[in-house]
């Protein structure tokens, strides 16, 4: 690559475009994905729905800013997406056509599944519940200035970042003809919980004869304090009537029917006090009964199914430092790997994520990336052959020089365990200082994908270190598990034993080491440094660190978080919670630490970080604290100029203690 005219810098958040959601038609003839922009003039994220026939040329879907999701008719000639926003809406495009909205709604929309015939589309829209009549007060008569209402609720479960809170009422599916005539008609009614995003993988399909839709949910009253029991229903399309197909403990998702209409395959994770539930592949008959499990002996969590034929299953799955697509042979749960290098849903950090579609011939449609590819549109044919039909960051790439690739290492961690890990390298002599960049979750992983931060670090002259330490996804139940009810602990014992490898390198300047890290991230960033002095700076960014106010503030707090602490509660044993919150350890802490907060933030609340900043100042720590103005958790939802403040932030408190390279 020619030299380039410059390295890359944060103010380039606003220069890269990333691509999500790939669909390719039944017929392989033509395909779409969610493409998003980072305008700087805005400093928003510009979602579009990007469409090609001719796998050469794309064009921007009329009326498609703010799209969500895409799916394409049984002919693949029309395709309806949804797009969000204040006005929610349903939209049908016909190749070569118009771009017909179908219903425009004043309450949320989701999922999408065409009828067999293509005649009809369901959709679920929000509901909203009145308030209890035992409140009283009503609302402002007209001329009268109120403040906004009270907000209610009696539910444990109300709230959900980058959502924000719920309204009460149900998600309710609806069926509306393909060409909008006579308008939308309700399937449901009554009270039906769908499951939270970071819970359930959502599920809307129809039998093959067009008579049921097939959805998960709980119709239970009490769904708030029994989170984990979600069933498969069918409910019949004209008159509502409900039954429910599975019966299993856990949460049943994703229903699929198989294309000779006999089979329905789904997902379930089973209700075991553990923090790590992996999803199995079950299949039962089309009308219900006796499931068998499918993937039993197959040592992965399954994100999302496909059939490829009424013998087998596609299934999209985490392996280590990689996300795959594989074929499950529904008869005996035989394997065969297809591909390793789908991109995870967002470019910003190397996490895993990232899903697939499946055209009638078997060509697969999916993202691709690695550690220095950001992503693009990519079709695997039944051959074999991969052939990637996008460059979206081509001429960024050229303009910086490209970016830098990530060395894979397998190295010693604690207690016997092989641990994965990644080193990122300048592209310029070393020795280099190197910063320790640690994943969420915890319960998720890192991988040979793209990172906006690392890369931008590596440019401000950093070497980059990932590491997937006991508690990461893709290396099987146990290694999982290993953290069940210790973190954070292991996974830190996991983390200097890496960094202690790597720092032995010539290539790294060990006298200048630094730590950062998101959530989870957060956490052992102050984990590390009340344990050691070793590090220059910390930067830590939405950390929990007080496990009693987390699990009674956060969305997930009294339903994950209570399973991470082993199912005690906090006035059962305080003891417990306080032994591992990083605020007790605040008085050991010597290591000037950044803290950074999102003031939105419902998964780790802002207070949390508050608290550490407060006992870092009271201890006499060099410390500051950096907030995000209606910001909530996901660095992937981040308005572009507060995601590039976070790595610009990041390394300017780097490089204010940072001690001068000594020459070679």
């Not at 949320?108 to 007060?137: C, K, N, V, Y």
């Not at 793209?450 to 146990?478: D, I, R, W």
């Not at 032995?504 to 991230?521: C, H, K, M, Q, Y």
């Amino acid at each position: 690559m020619p030299t380039p005219s410059r390295r890359l810098s944060p103010a380039d958040t606003f220069a890269f475009r990333s691509a999500t959601d790939v669909q390719i038609s039944p017929t392989a003839g033509a395909l779409c994905y969610l493409l998003t922009t980072r305008p700087r003039a805005s400093d928003t994220r510009h979602t579009v729905l990007m469409l090609t026939t001719d796998r050469a040329s794309w064009a921007e879907v009329p009326h498609s800013t703010g799209a969500m999701m895409a799916r394409w008719s049984p002919d693949g000639r029309r395709l309806a997406f949804l797009t969000g926003g204040a006005t929610p809406s349903l939209h049908v495009h016909t190749l070569g056509g118009e771009t017909r909205t179908l219903l425009t709604s004043a309450t949320a929309l989701r999922e999408i599944a065409w009828s067999p015939d293509g005649a009809r589309i369901a959709f679920q829209q929000r509901e909203i519940a009145a308030a209890p009549t035992w409140l009283g007060l009503g609302g402002a008569a007209e001329g009268e200035n109120w403040a906004a209402a009270p907000k209610f609720t009696d539910r444990m479960l109300f709230r959900h970042d980058t959502v924000g809170e719920w309204p009460e009422g149900s998600f309710q599916t609806q069926v509306i003809a393909a060409d909008g005539a006579g308008g939308a008609k309700p399937v449901t009614t009554g009270a039906w919980w769908h499951g939270m995003p970071h819970y359930t993988t959502p599920g809307l399909t129809w039998s093959a004869d067009g008579r049921w839709l097939l959805m998960t949910g709980s119709r239970r009253a009490d769904w708030d304090r029994a989170p984990n029991d979600v069933t498969i229903h069918a409910v019949a399309v004209d008159g509502g009537t409900v039954r429910r197909l599975t019966d299993q403990p856990g949460m049943a998702t994703a229903p699929h029917v198989s294309p000779d209409g006999k089979w329905i395959a789904f997902l379930l994770s089973d209700t075991r006090p553990v923090s790590h539930r992996p999803r199995r592949v079950w299949v039962m008959p089309a009308s219900g009964g006796q499931a068998r499990l499918v993937t039993g002996g197959f040592d992965r969590s399954i994100d999302s199914i496909a059939w490829a034929d009424n013998d087998n299953l596609l299934v999209c799955h985490d392996d280590p430092g990689c996300r795959s697509v594989g074929r499950v042979a529904v008869a005996d749960g035989r394997y065969i790997p297809l591909l390793r290098d789908m991109a995870g849903a967002a470019i910003e950090m190397p996490y895993s994520g990232g899903g697939f579609s499946v055209a009638a011939d078997g060509s697969i449609a999916y993202v691709r990336g690695a550690s220095d590819l950001p992503g693009d549109v990519t079709v695997l044919a039944p051959s074999g052959q991969a052939t990637t039909l996008t460059d979206l960051n081509g001429a960024l790439a050229k303009e910086v020089g490209g970016f830098r690739p990530a060395e894979m290492l397998w190295l010693a961690g604690g207690e016997g365990r092989q641990v994965q890990a990644w080193l990122t390298l300048p592209d310029r002599p070393g020795p280099h200082p190197m910063a320790l960049e640690i994943h969420g979750g915890p319960y998720a992983a890192y991988g040979d994908r793209f990172a906006m931060k690392h890369q931008m670090l590596v440019a401000a002259g950093y070497a980059v270190l990932a590491v997937n330490p006991c508690g990461s996804t893709g290396y099987g139940e146990a290694f999982a598990n290993a953290l069940h009810d210790r973190f954070p602990g292991p996974d830190h014992d996991d983390l200097m034993a890496v960094v202690d490898s790597v720092a032995a390198r010539p290539e790294i300047d060990a006298g200048n080491l630094f730590i950062t890290g998101v959530s989870g991230g957060g956490v052992l960033t102050l984990w590390g440094i009340s344990h050691s002095s070793r590090f220059r700076a910390a930067v830590s960014i939405k950390p929990v660190v007080n496990w009693e106010s987390w699990l009674l503030t956060a969305d997930m707090g009294p339903t994950g978080g209570l399973v991470w602490m082993g199912d005690v509660l906090p006035w059962e044993d305080p003891a417990k919670y306080r032994a591992r919150s990083p605020l007790a350890r605040a008085g050991r802490i010597r290591t000037p630490t950044l803290l950074m907060a999102g003031e939105a933030d419902s998964r780790t609340p802002p207070t949390e970080a508050l608290q550490m900043y407060s006992a870092l100042k009271l201890a006499g720590v060099e410390t500051a604290f950096l907030r995000f103005p209606a910001t909530s958790h996901s660095s992937g939802v981040m308005r572009p100029s507060l995601f590039a403040a976070e790595v610009s932030a990041t390394i300017g408190w780097f490089e204010r203690f940072r001690a001068l390279t000594p020459q070679v």
